[in-house]
Structure formats: structure tokens, C-alpha cells
């Protein structure tokens, strides 16, 4: 185990520890009964949002049956588009990457995106250790690292603060690690947001070195893709001359087309919007754009172990979204932090013993923190049925079984401390499977009902501290049906059947038909019978090494003796994708999508301004004039028409500090999509390097109506070139770091003015 | 058709007004159940606590106490998921672990899950009724069990059950979808958890001020009961069976047996 959660309890003592806590228990219901509520909104907007969830899970399915294959063919496109790939098998091995990596840059400070996977290794821990600063950049990871505390959410991770709580945090500790708070910081969001602005600033300006995951990378285009929404993530993107992504092996998606259902089932289900205002793209080095050194550590760290039980392996499907949290009951109550570790919640309570193994006493009592009320699988985007390896898992800690750890497989023996369980459960059982028995068990339990406690001493507390028994009946109905009808039943059925004859994998019923209900007979065979190679306690077997490049070979023997159930002719497009989701959820003309895009650009708080070609440029200056700027900032390629006079305007080529004084920039972009409010930057022509649009306070971003207007996810992404890095950007920079509430402005443009500049009905016409 | 009840152990033992009321209800829509006495627990305790091998046997003798039935009715929304889900996935999991003897064994099983239905599915799918002619001059407050609503997909037809009754005033149960708590052994594995849900569950309960709270598991009433009388709250719980069984001729005294 990690050394931050080293020594936690199991989850219930955890759980109670947090329900005593009443600011608490009321931070996490507020802001999850928020977040609940929206997402259910943003999902129900989506007709075909049953069909999307069935292709992002079919479509993770295909992809973790052959991960082996999609790895090594993400790490062909990447290197061949100037990125490179490094293979770690375990957090120290990948946090001794990043930190080499680091090191021979002669850096001595790290940016950091917002990543579960590099708090899952605990690299910031790592970077530390070697002197190296790491600063994390995120609204709320800040409001964790500056507290000394640790995340309780996915999505937000200081969501067990609220905003007072956050004021206190940033006006004491802010100035330790930089710019310290303003004197007069209130709880208001949008001051709280405005004063980790100013204190990051300083650090994107001068970091040379960032450090992100990844949502998603795409084996086919090598594309990385980090979904995000204050613009810390394009800053760190884009700023720094090195950038290295630690990116978990279940990451990939097989091709560019596959992000048309994740694009649209992640946002809604994360921060439950149509789309989260930035997403960036990059497919390994942009020369003149960006970082010029770019890193992808492929993080394996149990994912391969995970991946070789058939039934936990769905929990690979995950891609954070957190809605899962959100609408855990049990998760309100008992906070992020009882479940030690990275991933809190019913997706942590599946994963972290996959991940670490259940042989720790908090990692054992984690598939039991859930009443398996199914509502987290409801809401999973990729449909991971939750409950179900809760249950499994469950098994494996009370009856053993064959499990992989470190890339070993071996037959793992029952976690300690349920003993007297399992005497109970088998007692139960034979009781249970003697109706003739339980009849007279009831018989006598009814006779002394007027006796029964009304309080249970010894583990019975747990249900009578807070609830009174039930009455018990004088008679059973078993014993009423029997007084009315006779006991008619057949005969042969009212015992237990005699067990059949002993098959070769040992027998179905573990039952002595003879014998007293106490009286145990072992079965033949273990109870979890596994292949007679693994059998026996820790028969371990080695697999793949650590020789060659890195842990690459070590990475892919574990894969692939982990998807030893696929069949050796099974080929990727074998596994069922049905596509069945709608193309576009618009019926109708062009001129209705320019009308959505306007509208839902509006929503999500971005100012649309209406005009024809002749009006542009005097749209442009009016808007410029309106905001007061002397210095704008434009691509070498924006038409010399839409350079308003008067103002001074400067080239992107401009050492960074002086870019950071322009106090607008104009662009065009590439294509807009109705349905989301989203505009997409690719680089060409009017819209320059990524960080043009970014650096500045106020955008003013031009989009061609009907040409540049498509209707959906599905259909931009046909439009784009996974080459070209490209910005999407829905609405300005916002978070909903603060009691999961939405505030428009962080370190994005604050303003987003679009200027639709429509050619008229007369002149439309798509291709 | 031949119908069976399978009243499940805990409506046996400790809740045997509900199977009662089933048999009452199921003969005066004309329906003669049959209660095969080699039937007992689905086994869903010794599942869901991660002791399926101990539940092999109890599904085996759900297959062998339902043979030949075409339905086999539940009032419990559990434990028909119990056996729907679950049984067909221990077939599978004995297939993997090269058990194909129990798997064999166990197809009866994943048979009889095929046959078994909900009380309230069987009323509306396979009868067709929603209109019981049951009377209930009382006002109710309706509680949809995760196991109902989320595994077994119940969608509207309990409530269409309870507005076809007479006299019955149906109050909203605010946060009804949410989870009462029991959760079968997580009620003493995570006891304060589970008594904190409880306590919200039948908070929201007695806000209606309803009469009576109804479901169709008598396993998530036994602990939202349990919470309620601890607390002094009137509200009585009951299974959807018993008000659908009452009549003018035979009311419901709605007083805590």
C-alpha cells in the first residue's frame, strides 16, 4: 500500500469516523445532490443515450481484449509522430521515469493537470522526494495540496470542503507556495476562483515542464485527449517546452471515430454539461506549436492483474467520470477518504482491490461498503455493473480464489477475520436446505417469541443499536399452509436431493443428506476450485522481465497471459460494436443548427453577436472597443480586414510575457457543433498556436455560418484531423470546484464573445 | 397453468401475513396457487455476502421444489432478482471454473429463474390486471425497493396496482428512489452507514405523514420498520400484498400485529 494511505482503517470504522462529522456529512450532501440532479438533466437530453452507454462499453470491451495489440500500435503512432513512449509496470517504475525525465530537463518545479493516475503512483510524493516542486493546477487539487489534505472525489477532489472552509485554506497557506491570497479574500466562488488564478499564473508563465494524464488515447492516431474545464489543463498543455502524459493502460480507445461516444457520454455524466469547456488533442510533437518534447508513460500498476479476472476486468472500462459517486448513498455518507486510496466511491470500492489486492484489511472491507442498490451501474456511462464485482470481490475475501498479483497467478486463501461467517453462512445454509428442519426451527423461535430480546448482545448490536427486531409470529406460513391443505408436498423434493454422483470437477452439492445439520462434510474438491497449475498457495509464476526497453516486454507478457480466455483467432472487430446511437439529434435544416449553436453557446455563458460578412469588421472593433483593448493579439493568418485600427496588435511569436499583456485576441476556428455550444481551433487558417486563444483574458472568436456549423459530436469528429492539435471550447473557462457548482472564469479567456457571421439563407447551401 | 408461491424464508418465518395475503389475493382473481413445501431460501444471503458455492445447493432446490410449474410467484423483489440475475451468472461461473457437472446441475436452476416472477409482474403481465378490487381506506406512502426498481425494471406497475385501489389516498415519498439501507448483511457489516440511510429513509417516511408505507420487500420494511418504531413514528409498514388482499368483506386492521 501507498504510503499516504498506509495504516487506514478498514472502510466501516472510516465510514463512522465521517457520519460523525456533520460539516462534513453536509459539504457531501449538498454538493452530490447538486451534481445528481444536473446530470440527470444533461442525460435525459440525449434520446439515444441508452445506445451510446451500450457502444462505450462494447467499445472498451474490444479494446481490453486486445489491449496488448492497441498498446504497441498507440506506441508505433505516437513515436512515429515525434512523441515518445515509455512502459512502466508499477508506480515506482513510472514515478522513476517522470522524475528521470524531469531531471534532465534541469528543471526543478512541475505544472501539473489534474490526473488520477499520477495520484494513484503518488508522483507528486516521488517528485518531491527528488526535489523537484510539483504544483498542481487544478482548482481543487490546489485547494487539496494547500490543505495538506487528500482528494475524497474523482472529479472533485476537495468536495468535502466547502467555501468557507476553502477561503480559510488559500488566505493561510497560499503564500508558502507562491502569490499569496488577497487580504480581503471572501467564500464568494468567484473570488475563491479569481485568487487561484493570480496565484498560478506566475507558475504556468515560467514552468518548462508539464505533467498530465490522459482521458483518452487512440491507438490508431496515437492522440491524447484531456477533457477539462478551467483551462489549467491547455496551459500545462501548451506553455511548457516538455510535457509528460502518465496515462493508464486502459486508456485506449481503437480509433478517432470511437471518441464520438465518449465525447458525448463523459461530460454529461461528469460535470453534467453538453460539453466541458476545454478539450485538448495532440498527437505526439507539433513543431513551432506547443511542447516540443512530448512523453507518454503507459502505466500498468495492477491494471494487467485487473484484467485477467473475467469478471473484475470490466472495471477497466471506467473512465472517471465519477457519476457513480454522485449517486451513492453510501458514498454521501462515509466521504472519499474512507476508502483509501485514489478512488473513492463504488468504482473504488471495485477497483482498488483489483488494483492493490484485498490482502490489507482496509482493501478486504471495500467490496462490502455498498447495499448493492445498483444505483451506481444505473448511471455508469460504460455500464460497468457494479454490484456484480462487488460481489465477486466479496468472494474472493471470504472464500479465496484464483487471483493475479504482480503478474503471478495463485490461489489466494480466505482474508482473515470471517471464520465465524463462514460457519454461519454453511449453517445457514443446511438449515435452509432442510425445510423439515427450518419448520421446526420456526415452530420453536414462534413458541418463544413473547421471550426474545428486544436487544441483541455481541454482533446482533449492529442491528438493534439503531432498530427494534422484528415480531416474530406464532406460526410460520410454512406451518398455516400445512394446517389448510396438508402437507402435500412430494416427498422426494422436501429433503435435500441426495448428492449425485461425484463428477469429475467435484460435486454441485457439498451437502451430507444423512448427516446432523452441524456436521460438515468436506467437499471433494477446494471450495474455488482453479485449474490444477494454479492450485496450492502462492504457486507463483513468473512472468515476462524487466530486461530490454524498460518494462515493455514485462507490460506485454502480463497482458497477454492475462487475456489467456480470448481466443488466440479472436481479432479486435470480432467483439460487437453496435453503432446504433444517433448521428445527430437535430432534425432539420442548416439554418436550425446555427440557431442551436447560437443558443447553446449563450447557455453556457458565452456573448453571441449576430452579423453579416460586410458587418465583420465593424463587429469585431465594436466588440473591441466595448472591452477597452489597446493590445489584441492575432494569428499571422487573420484577414488584415478583421484588425480593427487603433489597437496595437501583436504576433503570437512573442516571448510569453508579452503575450500574457494582450488584453484580447481575435480568431477564427475551424468548425463549431450545435448540439454542445463547441468551437474547435485546429491550427489553421485565422486561428494560430494553441496558446493564442488561451493566454488572454478576452476571445473573440469568429465562426462562418452555415459552413463552419456542424450538427453533433459524430459529425465534427469527421471534420477534424487527429494530426493537428485542436482546442474545443464550450463556453469560457468555468469550474465546479466549489460545492460542485458551476463558476464561469479560471485561466481561460473569462470573456468568450462569437461572432456568427452568417452568409444568409441565399447563400447557404452545405456540402 | 400450474402457479407456485415461493414465499421466501423470510416472509416464511417472520412475515407470514404477506404470503397469506398472496394466496388470498391470487384465489379471488381466480388463480390456484400451490405452495410447494420443499421450497426455502433463494440463497441470496450466502451470494451476496460472497458465499456462492453455498448457495449452489438452495438454487438447486428452487429448481427442484418449482419443476413443472409455469409460474412460480414472489412477494419479494429481491429475491426474484436473487434468482433472475444471479442464478444464470453461477451457471457461468461454474462453467469457468471448469465445473461443467454443476453447471449442468445448475441449468435447472437458470430454468426455473426463467419461470419466476414478481408479485406485481405477474398481476400486470401475466393476468392483466391492475384493478385487484382490493379496498384500503387509508393514506400510503410507497418505498420502491432497489431490487424492483433497478435489477427486476418493475418501472410503473406497483404504483398503477396501488392507484386502482379503493379508498387508498397515495402520498409521494420524497427521495423514493433512494436506498433505504438494509442491504441484507451490509445492515451489520456497515451498520452506521446502513442506520444513517435508515434514518433518512424514514425520516422522508413519516414527513408524508402517510398511514402506512408500502413495498414489495419485506426485508427492506423490516429495517425501515425497525427505524420508525425505534423513533416512536406511527407510520406502519407493509408489504403491497396485504392491501391488495384487503377487501370491504375482509378490510386490513392496519395495526401492528
Given at each position: 500500500?501507498n504510503?499516504v494511505?498506509?495504516?487506514m482503517p478498514a472502510?466501516p470504522r472510516?465510514?463512522?469516523?465521517?457520519l460523525?462529522?456533520?460539516?462534513?456529512?453536509g459539504?457531501l450532501?449538498?454538493?452530490t445532490?447538486?451534481i445528481r440532479?444536473?446530470?440527470?438533466?444533461?442525460v435525459?437530453?440525449?434520446?439515444?443515450?441508452?445506445?451510446?452507454?451500450?457502444a462505450?462499453a462494447?467499445l472498451?470491451?474490444?479494446?481490453?481484449r486486445?489491449?496488448?495489440t492497441?498498446?504497441?500500435q498507440?506506441?508505433t503512432?505516437i513515436?512515429?509522430a515525434g512523441?515518445?513512449?515509455?512502459?512502466a509496470?508499477?508506480a515506482?517504475?513510472a514515478n522513476?521515469?517522470?522524475?528521470?525525465?524531469v531531471?534532465?530537463?534541469?528543471?526543478?518545479e512541475?505544472v501539473?493537470?489534474k490526473?488520477m493516475?499520477?495520484?494513484?503512483?503518488?508522483?507528486?510524493?516521488?517528485?518531491e522526494?527528488?526535489?523537484?516542486?510539483?504544483?498542481?493546477?487544478d482548482l481543487?487539487e490546489?485547494i487539496?495540496?494547500?490543505?495538506?489534505d487528500r482528494?475524497?472525489h474523482?472529479l472533485?477532489?476537495?468536495?468535502?470542503r466547502?467555501?468557507?472552509?476553502?477561503r480559510?485554506?488559500?488566505r493561510a497557506?497560499?503564500?508558502?507556495?507562491g502569490r499569496?491570497?488577497?487580504?480581503?479574500?471572501?467564500?464568494?466562488?468567484?473570488?475563491l476562483?479569481?485568487?487561484?488564478r493570480?496565484?498560478l499564473?506566475?507558475?504556468?508563465l515560467r514552468a518548462?515542464?508539464?505533467?498530465?494524464?490522459?482521458n483518452?488515447?487512440?491507438?490508431?492516431?496515437?492522440?491524447?485527449?484531456v477533457v477539462e474545464s478551467?483551462?489549467?489543463?491547455r496551459?500545462c498543455l501548451?506553455?511548457?517546452d516538455?510535457?509528460i502524459s502518465?496515462v493508464?493502460?486502459?486508456?485506449?480507445?481503437p480509433t478517432w471515430?470511437d471518441?464520438?461516444?465518449f465525447l458525448?457520454t463523459?461530460?454529461?455524466?461528469s460535470?453534467?454539461?453538453?460539453?466541458?469547456?476545454?478539450?485538448s488533442?495532440w498527437t505526439?510533437?507539433?513543431?513551432?506549436?506547443?511542447?516540443?518534447?512530448?512523453h507518454?508513460?503507459?502505466?500498468d500498476?495492477?491494471?494487467?492483474d485487473t484484467?485477467a479476472d473475467?469478471v473484475?476486468?470490466q472495471?477497466?472500462r471506467?473512465?472517471r467520470c465519477?457519476a457513480?459517486?454522485n449517486v451513492c448513498p453510501v458514498?454521501e455518507?462515509?466521504?472519499g477518504h474512507?476508502?483509501?486510496?485514489a478512488?473513492?466511491?463504488?468504482i473504488g470500492?471495485i477497483?482498488?482491490p483489483q488494483?492493490?489486492?484485498?490482502t490489507?484489511e482496509l482493501d478486504?472491507s471495500?467490496?462490502?461498503a455498498?447495499s448493492l442498490?445498483?444505483?451506481?451501474?444505473?448511471v455508469?456511462p460504460?455500464?460497468?455493473d457494479?454490484?456484480e464485482?462487488?460481489?465477486?470481490?466479496r468472494?474472493?475475501?471470504?472464500?479465496g480464489?484464483?487471483v493475479?498479483?504482480?503478474?503471478?497467478?495463485?490461489?489466494?486463501?480466505p482474508?482473515?477475520g470471517?471464520r465465524?461467517?463462514r460457519?454461519?453462512?454453511r449453517?445457514?445454509?443446511?438449515l435452509?436446505?432442510?425445510p423439515a428442519?427450518?419448520?421446526?426451527?420456526?415452530?420453536?423461535?414462534?413458541?418463544a417469541?413473547?421471550?426474545?430480546?428486544?436487544?441483541l448482545p455481541?454482533a446482533?448490536?449492529?442491528?438493534?443499536d439503531?432498530?427494534?427486531?422484528p415480531v416474530?409470529p406464532?406460526r410460520?406460513?410454512?406451518?398455516w399452509?400445512q394446517e389448510q391443505h396438508g402437507?402435500?408436498?412430494p416427498?422426494s423434493a422436501?429433503?435435500?436431493a441426495?448428492a449425485p454422483?461425484?463428477?469429475a470437477?467435484?460435486?454441485?452439492?457439498?451437502v451430507?443428506?444423512?448427516g446432523?445439520?452441524?456436521?460438515i462434510?468436506?467437499?471433494?474438491s477446494?471450495?474455488?476450485?482453479?485449474?490444477?497449475a494454479?492450485a496450492?498457495a502462492?504457486?507463483?509464476?513468473?512472468?515476462g522481465?524487466?530486461?530490454?526497453?524498460g518494462?515493455?516486454?514485462l507490460v506485454?507478457?502480463?497482458?497477454?497471459?492475462?487475456?489467456?480466455d480470448?481466443?488466440?483467432?479472436?481479432?479486435?472487430?470480432?467483439?460487437?460494436?453496435v453503432?446504433?446511437y444517433?448521428?445527430?439529434?437535430?432534425?432539420?435544416?442548416?439554418?436550425?443548427a446555427?440557431e442551436?449553436?447560437?443558443?447553446n453557446l449563450a447557455d453556457?455563458r458565452?456573448?453571441?453577436?449576430?452579423?453579416?460578412?460586410a458587418?465583420?469588421?465593424?463587429?469585431?472593433?465594436?466588440l473591441?472597443?466595448?472591452?477597452?483593448?489597446?493590445?489584441?493579439l492575432?494569428p499571422p493568418?487573420?484577414?488584415?480586414?478583421?484588425r480593427?485600427?487603433g489597437?496595437r496588435w501583436?504576433t503570437?511569436?512573442?516571448?510569453?510575457?508579452?503575450?500574457?499583456t494582450a488584453?484580447s485576441?481575435v480568431t477564427g476556428?475551424?468548425?463549431?457543433v450545435?448540439?454542445?455550444g463547441?468551437?474547435?481551433l485546429?491550427?489553421g487558417p485565422?486561428q494560430g498556436l494553441?496558446?493564442?486563444?488561451l493566454v488572454?483574458?478576452?476571445?473573440?472568436?469568429?465562426v462562418?455560418?452555415p459552413?463552419?456549423?456542424?450538427d453533433?459530436?459524430?459529425e465534427v469528429?469527421?471534420?477534424?484531423?487527429?494530426?493537428?492539435?485542436?482546442?474545443?471550447?464550450?463556453g469560457?473557462?468555468?469550474t465546479?470546484?466549489?460545492?460542485?457548482d458551476?463558476?464561469e472564469?479560471?485561466h481561460g479567456p473569462r470573456?468568450l464573445e462569437v461572432?456568427l457571421v452568417?452568409?444568409g439563407p441565399a447563400?447557404?447551401?452545405r456540402? | 397453468m400450474?402457479?407456485?408461491?415461493?414465499?421466501?424464508?423470510?416472509?416464511?418465518?417472520?412475515?407470514?401475513?404477506t404470503g397469506?395475503a398472496?394466496v388470498r389475493?391470487?384465489?379471488r382473481?381466480?388463480v390456484?396457487?400451490?405452495?410447494?413445501q420443499?421450497?426455502?431460501?433463494c440463497?441470496q444471503?450466502?451470494f451476496?455476502?460472497?458465499y456462492?458455492?453455498?448457495a449452489e445447493p438452495?438454487?438447486l432446490r428452487h429448481?427442484?421444489?418449482f419443476?413443472?410449474?409455469d409460474?412460480?410467484?414472489t412477494p419479494?423483489?429481491s429475491?426474484?432478482?436473487?434468482v433472475?440475475?444471479?442464478?444464470p451468472r453461477?451457471?457461468?461461473?461454474?462453467?469457468?471454473e471448469g465445473r461443467?457437472?454443476?453447471a449442468a446441475a445448475?441449468?435447472?436452476?437458470?430454468d426455473?429463474?426463467?419461470r419466476?416472477v414478481e408479485?406485481t409482474?405477474?398481476?400486470v403481465?401475466?393476468?392483466?390486471?391492475?384493478?385487484v378490487g382490493?379496498?384500503f381506506?387509508?393514506?400510503v406512502?410507497?418505498h420502491?425497493t432497489c431490487h424492483?426498481?433497478?435489477m427486476?425494471?418493475l418501472?410503473?406497475?406497483?404504483?398503477?396496482l396501488?392507484a386502482?385501489?379503493?379508498?387508498?389516498e397515495?402520498?409521494e415519498l420524497p427521495?423514493a428512489?433512494?436506498?433505504?439501507g438494509?442491504?441484507?448483511?451490509?445492515?451489520?457489516?456497515n451498520?452506521?452507514?446502513s442506520a444513517?440511510m435508515?434514518t433518512d429513509?424514514?425520516?422522508a417516511?413519516?414527513?408524508?405523514?402517510?398511514e402506512?408505507?408500502?413495498?414489495?420487500?419485506?426485508s427492506?420494511l423490516?429495517?425501515i420498520?425497525?427505524?420508525?418504531t425505534r423513533t416512536?413514528?406511527?407510520?406502519?409498514?407493509?408489504?403491497?400484498?396485504e392491501i391488495l388482499?384487503?377487501?370491504?368483506?375482509?378490510?386490513?386492521?392496519?395495526?401492528?400485529?
Amino acid at each position: 500500500m501507498n504510503p499516504v494511505h498506509l495504516g487506514m482503517p478498514a472502510f466501516p470504522r472510516g465510514a463512522e469516523a465521517a457520519l460523525g462529522d456533520a460539516t462534513l456529512r453536509g459539504n457531501l450532501r449538498h454538493a452530490t445532490r447538486t451534481i445528481r440532479d444536473k446530470r440527470a438533466r444533461a442525460v435525459a437530453e440525449l434520446s439515444d443515450w441508452a445506445e451510446l452507454r451500450s457502444a462505450g462499453a462494447a467499445l472498451k470491451d474490444r479494446t481490453l481484449r486486445h489491449l496488448d495489440t492497441y498498446l504497441k500500435q498507440a506506441e508505433t503512432a505516437i513515436t512515429a509522430a515525434g512523441g515518445q513512449v515509455h512502459w512502466a509496470a508499477d508506480a515506482a517504475a513510472a514515478n522513476g521515469i517522470v522524475t528521470g525525465l524531469v531531471r534532465r530537463t534541469g528543471a526543478d518545479e512541475v505544472v501539473k493537470v489534474k490526473s488520477m493516475a499520477t495520484q494513484e503512483i503518488e508522483l507528486n510524493e516521488a517528485l518531491e522526494a527528488a526535489g523537484i516542486a510539483a504544483h498542481e493546477t487544478d482548482l481543487a487539487e490546489l485547494i487539496v495540496q494547500l490543505g495538506d489534505d487528500r482528494p475524497s472525489h474523482l472529479l472533485v477532489p476537495a468536495i468535502h470542503r466547502n467555501r468557507s472552509e476553502i477561503r480559510d485554506i488559500f488566505r493561510a497557506r497560499m503564500a508558502d507556495r507562491g502569490r499569496p491570497a488577497p487580504e480581503e479574500l471572501t467564500d464568494d466562488p468567484r473570488a475563491l476562483a479569481e485568487a487561484a488564478r493570480l496565484h498560478l499564473r506566475e507558475k504556468f508563465l515560467r514552468a518548462r515542464v508539464a505533467v498530465s494524464g490522459a482521458n483518452f488515447l487512440v491507438a490508431e492516431t496515437g492522440t491524447l485527449v484531456v477533457v477539462e474545464s478551467e483551462g489549467n489543463g491547455r496551459m500545462c498543455l501548451t506553455l511548457p517546452d516538455t510535457l509528460i502524459s502518465v496515462v493508464g493502460i486502459e486508456k485506449v480507445v481503437p480509433t478517432w471515430r470511437d471518441l464520438e461516444v465518449f465525447l458525448q457520454t463523459l461530460p454529461r455524466s461528469s460535470t453534467a454539461e453538453r460539453m466541458n469547456p476545454y478539450t485538448s488533442t495532440w498527437t505526439g510533437v507539433t513543431p513551432g506549436d506547443g511542447p516540443q518534447s512530448c512523453h507518454v508513460v503507459l502505466l500498468d500498476n495492477g491494471r494487467s492483474d485487473t484484467l485477467a479476472d473475467t469478471v473484475g476486468r470490466q472495471a477497466l472500462r471506467c473512465i472517471r467520470c465519477s457519476a457513480c459517486l454522485n449517486v451513492c448513498p453510501v458514498y454521501e455518507r462515509a466521504g472519499g477518504h474512507a476508502y483509501g486510496s485514489a478512488y473513492p466511491g463504488p468504482i473504488g470500492a471495485i477497483l482498488t482491490p483489483q488494483l492493490r489486492g484485498t490482502t490489507g484489511e482496509l482493501d478486504a472491507s471495500l467490496p462490502f461498503a455498498s447495499s448493492l442498490c445498483g444505483a451506481c451501474h444505473e448511471v455508469c456511462p460504460v455500464a460497468i455493473d457494479i454490484p456484480e464485482v462487488l460481489v465477486h470481490l466479496r468472494e474472493r475475501v471470504v472464500q479465496g480464489g484464483p487471483v493475479t498479483l504482480g503478474g503471478s497467478r495463485f490461489h489466494q486463501r480466505p482474508a482473515p477475520g470471517h471464520r465465524a461467517e463462514r460457519t454461519a453462512m454453511r449453517a445457514a445454509r443446511l438449515l435452509l436446505d432442510r425445510p423439515a428442519l427450518l419448520a421446526r426451527a420456526q415452530a420453536a423461535a414462534g413458541r418463544a417469541r413473547n421471550h426474545l430480546p428486544r436487544r441483541l448482545p455481541g454482533a446482533g448490536r449492529a442491528w438493534t443499536d439503531s432498530r427494534d427486531l422484528p415480531v416474530v409470529p406464532e406460526r410460520s406460513f410454512r406451518s398455516w399452509w400445512q394446517e389448510q391443505h396438508g402437507a402435500a408436498a412430494p416427498a422426494s423434493a422436501a429433503t435435500p436431493a441426495p448428492a449425485p454422483a461425484p463428477a469429475a470437477d467435484g460435486p454441485a452439492l457439498a451437502v451430507d443428506a444423512a448427516g446432523p445439520p452441524t456436521t460438515i462434510r468436506p467437499a471433494t474438491s477446494p471450495p474455488a476450485a482453479s485449474p490444477p497449475a494454479e492450485a496450492g498457495a502462492r504457486a507463483a509464476e513468473p512472468v515476462g522481465s524487466r530486461e530490454g526497453t524498460g518494462d515493455r516486454t514485462l507490460v506485454l507478457t502480463r497482458l497477454r497471459a492475462a487475456l489467456r480466455d480470448v481466443p488466440r483467432h479472436e481479432r479486435p472487430q470480432d467483439v460487437p460494436v453496435v453503432r446504433d446511437y444517433r448521428r445527430s439529434h437535430r432534425p432539420g435544416t442548416a439554418h436550425d443548427a446555427v440557431e442551436l449553436l447560437a443558443a447553446n453557446l449563450a447557455d453556457y455563458r458565452a456573448h453571441v453577436h449576430r452579423c453579416t460578412p460586410a458587418d465583420l469588421p465593424e463587429t469585431i472593433a465594436g466588440l473591441l472597443r466595448r472591452r477597452g483593448t489597446e493590445v489584441a493579439l492575432a494569428p499571422p493568418s487573420l484577414p488584415a480586414s478583421w484588425r480593427t485600427e487603433g489597437v496595437r496588435w501583436l504576433t503570437e511569436d512573442v516571448p510569453l510575457a508579452e503575450l500574457a499583456t494582450a488584453d484580447s485576441v481575435v480568431t477564427g476556428c475551424a468548425v463549431a457543433v450545435a448540439e454542445t455550444g463547441t468551437l474547435v481551433l485546429d491550427g489553421g487558417p485565422a486561428q494560430g498556436l494553441r496558446r493564442t486563444s488561451l493566454v488572454p483574458d478576452h476571445h473573440v472568436c469568429v465562426v462562418h455560418a452555415p459552413d463552419q456549423v456542424v450538427d453533433s459530436v459524430p459529425e465534427v469528429l469527421e471534420r477534424l484531423d487527429p494530426a493537428r492539435p485542436l482546442t474545443w471550447i464550450s463556453g469560457p473557462s468555468a469550474t465546479s470546484d466549489i460545492e460542485l457548482d458551476r463558476v464561469e472564469g479560471v485561466h481561460g479567456p473569462r470573456t468568450l464573445e462569437v461572432v456568427l457571421v452568417d452568409r444568409g439563407p441565399a447563400l447557404s447551401g452545405r456540402g | 397453468m400450474r402457479v407456485a408461491l415461493f414465499v421466501t424464508c423470510v416472509n416464511d418465518t417472520l412475515y407470514p401475513g404477506t404470503g397469506r395475503a398472496v394466496v388470498r389475493l391470487l384465489r379471488r382473481l381466480g388463480v390456484d396457487v400451490e405452495f410447494p413445501q420443499a421450497q426455502s431460501c433463494c440463497g441470496q444471503p450466502q451470494f451476496n455476502t460472497g458465499y456462492r458455492r453455498e448457495a449452489e445447493p438452495l438454487a438447486l432446490r428452487h429448481a427442484r421444489a418449482f419443476a413443472g410449474y409455469d409460474h412460480v410467484v414472489t412477494p419479494s423483489a429481491s429475491c426474484a432478482a436473487m434468482v433472475r440475475d444471479n442464478y444464470p451468472r453461477m451457471r457461468r461461473r461454474a462453467l469457468d471454473e471448469g465445473r461443467p457437472g454443476a453447471a449442468a446441475a445448475l441449468a435447472d436452476a437458470v430454468d426455473a429463474a426463467g419461470r419466476t416472477v414478481e408479485l406485481t409482474e405477474f398481476l400486470v403481465d401475466v393476468l392483466g390486471v391492475t384493478d385487484v378490487g382490493a379496498w384500503f381506506p387509508h393514506s400510503v406512502t410507497y418505498h420502491p425497493t432497489c431490487h424492483g426498481l433497478r435489477m427486476l425494471g418493475l418501472g410503473d406497475r406497483p404504483r398503477r396496482l396501488l392507484a386502482a385501489v379503493e379508498g387508498l389516498e397515495l402520498r409521494e415519498l420524497p427521495g423514493a428512489e433512494e436506498c433505504c439501507g438494509f442491504g441484507g448483511t451490509f445492515a451489520v457489516k456497515n451498520a452506521a452507514v446502513s442506520a444513517s440511510m435508515g434514518t433518512d429513509k424514514a425520516a422522508a417516511v413519516t414527513a408524508t405523514g402517510a398511514e402506512a408505507l408500502c413495498a414489495l420487500d419485506n426485508s427492506c420494511l423490516m429495517h425501515i420498520g425497525g427505524t420508525l418504531t425505534r423513533t416512536g413514528a406511527p407510520t406502519r409498514p407493509l408489504h403491497l400484498a396485504e392491501i391488495l388482499a384487503a377487501t370491504r368483506a375482509e378490510p386490513h386492521p392496519l395495526e401492528t400485529p
